[in-house]
């Protein structure tokens, strides 16, 4: 069964910092794997999505993120936070057989400071 | 780009009282609709998986007698907390899967339902 991973609960960065938001990923065959983003009290926005080609991949906002299969990765990143970033982001893995289900993290709350 | 409506965007009702949710795709169609549950700062839960015209396939641990969901076109799924109660005070938020699309696309989510048990 696929599972997803995000080990930070919340990251502060400053304004016009960089930022990377990690996600590891299981799953027994070529993940599909996407990032969204959750403003409070509102629906999910996808950020962007990889599954298959070029392992760096571009989303809107800015945000990229990279697949690294030997590390079971996709590790979200923006060179250059914005005070409205500041969200909940999930990462997901979504599986290509049994109902096509999809399997959230647990979330990363990003904080921005000025 | 897809949007999924969903309403009401909010819900305060009496206990016991059953409280019906409405997720419709707008400018698509959609086979299969999830529903989700989600706790304050808490990852979405998937209740069930919606496809239309077909029994809902629910999660382990999710009443089916309790959340009631019917797809009863490729726009539209319900989902019904039948005689509601505190602890079914939640975020529920659904999402859909446009028609001939598989894992590898991702699903359009509606903005929630924020649903209150007094």
């Known amino acids: 069964a696929q599972s997803v991973t995000q080990p930070d609960i919340h990251i502060t960065v400053s304004e016009g910092a960089s930022l990377e938001l990690r996600c590891n990923y299981s799953y027994g065959a070529t993940p599909y794997l996407f990032w969204y983003v959750q403003s409070p009290g509102q629906g999910l926005q996808l950020l962007l999505k990889y599954f298959s080609g070029d392992t760096l991949v571009q989303g809107i906002k800015g945000f990229e993120a990279e697949f690294k299969r030997s590390q079971s990765s996709f590790n979200l990143r923006k060179p250059s936070v914005h005070w409205s970033d500041a969200a909940e982001y999930f990462c997901a893995v979504g599986a290509n057989t049994g109902g096509f289900k999809t399997i959230f993290g647990a979330g990363t709350r990003l904080f921005v400071k000025a | 780009g897809a949007v999924v409506s969903q309403h009401p965007s909010r819900v305060i009702c009496k206990s016991g009282t059953s409280v019906k949710i409405e997720c419709r795709s707008l400018d698509f169609q959609a086979t299969t609709m999830f529903w989700y549950r989600q706790f304050p700062k808490q990852s979405l839960m998937l209740m069930a998986t919606?496809?239309?015209?077909?029994?809902?396939?629910?999660e382990q641990g999710v009443e089916k007698d309790k959340f009631l969901i019917n797809h009863a076109s490729l726009t539209l799924s319900t989902l019904t907390v039948t005689s509601a109660h505190p602890e079914d005070s939640s975020f529920y938020i659904c999402?859909?899967?446009?028609?001939?699309?598989?894992?590898?696309?991702?699903?359009?989510f509606g903005d929630g339902t924020r649903l209150s048990i007094l």
């Open positions: 919606s496809n239309e015209g077909s029994k809902a396939t629910y």
């Open positions: 999402s859909a899967r446009e028609v001939g699309t598989g894992g590898n696309q991702p699903q359009h």
